[in-house]
């Protein structure tokens, strides 16, 4: 493979063919782009991968400042190459939960270690069948491929409750995905929405700046102090292989609880996320309306809420459904053989969207490109 490649103003892609397209640039892209890399390596395929960001990162480029890991570095790696473990004397703590920050320099060099060829910022604006082939039409020119794995997350689509009266609300409403400091909400009323971790470190962050509250379906569930995300995966893994096994899986853990990462876990003991609130019945011009019928007065909501895949770019495949997937045989898509689908959540293999738990699928989805397109592999 050759290294990656940024585009000029109006500077096209340099070629109309490639064996495989990977569409996006992020940890499931680099995943599969890893094991492409070794399957191909005494073959000629041709590969090339469509990022739309202006460097590597992916989705992680687009997250808050300081956003933190669940897991130490060892259990945020993707496959071939560990997330280097930093120890440095401003933050000690570094190693146990790294920054967003040492995930995008871990991003790419990455891509530079396995000379990954990235090309951005190149948006894809759809994939449609052409005879044997799969175009795929991008703002810098369209490509014909062999094979196209998508591989573009859920970070530019967030969800966003269809909450009554949302439109009129006059204060501002941001989603964590636009989400970067407390700053600009120092010293007014916020009301954080959703219970997961993006709203524990949002929350975190905002109430020692604002006076915020959490507005939650259940009560968050927080780990013990000394429990990160390895414990998560594991009971995750152990609940996922019960299931199979038709086995009662209990609940020690699950991947919704909150981990206790230094700034929640400061906010915690300060007793800042303590203002829980139900969901919100309605909005209104200068507040929130309660299930019980009382009016608040708030200046700011940050949904974190979550996000859906992101595949408006497959729709003249016709292959997207009325819940916004694809249906895949493992990571391939039933109605399309020639398109694979990487990273999107479970459906697409089990902790696919995780960092530590996207290599399998990638695993399966190269060498499942490569038996379709007939080259030998190891």
């Known amino acids: 493979m050759t290294p990656a490649h940024s585009l000029a103003p109006g500077e096209g892609l340099p070629f109309a063919e490639r064996d495989v397209a990977v569409v996006g640039g992020g940890q499931a892209a680099l995943a599969v782009g890893y094991h492409l890399a070794r399957e191909l390596r005494k073959t000629d395929a041709t590969v090339a991968f469509f990022d739309d960001r202006a460097g590597p990162g992916g989705a992680w480029r687009g997250t808050w400042d300081s956003l933190r890991l669940f897991s130490p570095a060892e259990w945020s790696s993707l496959p071939g190459y560990l997330l280097p473990r930093h120890l440095g004397d401003a933050d000690p703590e570094a190693a146990e939960a790294p920054h967003r920050d040492d995930v995008l320099g871990y991003f790419a060099a990455y891509e530079a270690r396995y000379e990954l060829p990235v090309w951005r910022p190149v948006r894809v604006t759809a994939v449609r069948r052409d005879g044997d082939r799969l175009r795929v039409e991008t703002d810098r020119g369209d490509v014909r491929a062999r094979a196209v794995v998508a591989a573009t ?77 390895r414990v998560l995966f594991d009971a995750a893994t152990a609940r996922y292989h019960a299931l199979k096994s038709g086995e009662d899986p209990g609940r020690p853990y699950g991947l919704g609880d909150v981990v206790q990462v230094p700034s929640v876990r400061a906010a915690k003991e300060a007793g800042r ?84 738990g996207v290599g399998r699928s990638a695993r399966v989805t190269a060498r499942e490109v490569i038996q379709s397109l007939s080259f030998p592999t190891s």
């Open 153 to 229: 997350g859920t970070a530019s689509r967030p969800v966003v409750p269809d909450v009554p009266g949302r439109e009129a609300f006059g204060g501002v409403q941001i989603h964590s995905g636009a989400y970067r400091s407390a700053e600009p909400f120092a010293g007014q009323r916020v009301l954080v929405v959703g219970g997961g971790n993006s709203g524990a470190q949002i929350l975190a962050e905002v109430s020692a700046v604002a006076d915020a509250s959490w507005a939650v379906e259940t009560t968050p569930r927080f780990l013990p102090a000394d429990v990160d995300g």
């Open 273 to 356: 996320l303590d203002d829980l609130r139900p969901p919100i019945a309605r909005l209104t011009a200068a507040g929130v309306v309660w299930p019980d019928g009382t009016e608040e007065s708030v200046d700011v909501v940050i949904w974190c809420t979550g996000f859906r895949p992101a595949l408006e770019f497959l729709a003249p495949l016709g292959v997207i459904d009325d819940a916004g997937r694809v249906t895949v045989e493992a990571t391939r898509s039933v109605a399309e053989p020639r398109l694979w689908l990487v990273g999107y959540g479970s459906w697409t293999g089990f902790a696919s969207a995780t960092l530590v």
